[in-house]
């Protein structure tokens, strides 16, 4: 799943893999540090897809989104009117529009597990461990 979402990420590297990488940068292989982690990032997954397949497979059931999921008040009101509460997982991206209340979400959504980024107000993220 390749798209233009990033979310920043912080590794710690040794001293001697640095100087491998700044040395392979030095001479062109990569154009700086970043570009030489995504590749590396990029071909282990791509290398992965064997496994990573039936992994996404068996987590699609009907609770599943593939994508993009937007969680709106709205919805979320529908939700609550038809006395319905939901398990949500994304292998993607989640957004909680920001003047989603805690207590509606509380009552709608048992639960939330995210595979990829998950844009929400800083309570709902406490709330449901995001």
């Known amino acids: ?28 292989f990569y154009r700086n540090r970043t570009d030489f982690v995504l590749q590396a990032v990029h071909s282990k997954l791509d290398a992965s897809q064997d496994y990573l397949t ?5 987590e699609q059931t009907d609770d599943f989104t593939l994508g ?3 969680l709106t008040t709205k919805t979320l ?38 595979y990829g980024v998950c844009s929400a107000s800083r309570p709902i993220k406490a709330a449901y461990g995001l």
């Open 1 to 28: 799943m390749r798209d233009t979402q990033t979310e920043k990420l912080t590794f710690n590297f040794t001293s001697a893999d640095l100087a491998a990488i700044d040395l392979l940068v030095a001479n062109g």
């Open 77 to 114: 009101q529908a939700l609550h009117a038809a006395n319905k509460v939901q398990t949500i997982k994304v292998y993607g991206m989640l957004i909680i529009e920001q003047d989603v209340p805690l207590d509606l979400l509380q009552a709608t959504v048992a639960t939330i597990k995210v």
């Open 68 to 70: 993009l999921m937007v």
């Open 54 to 58: 039936p992994l996404l497979a068996k």
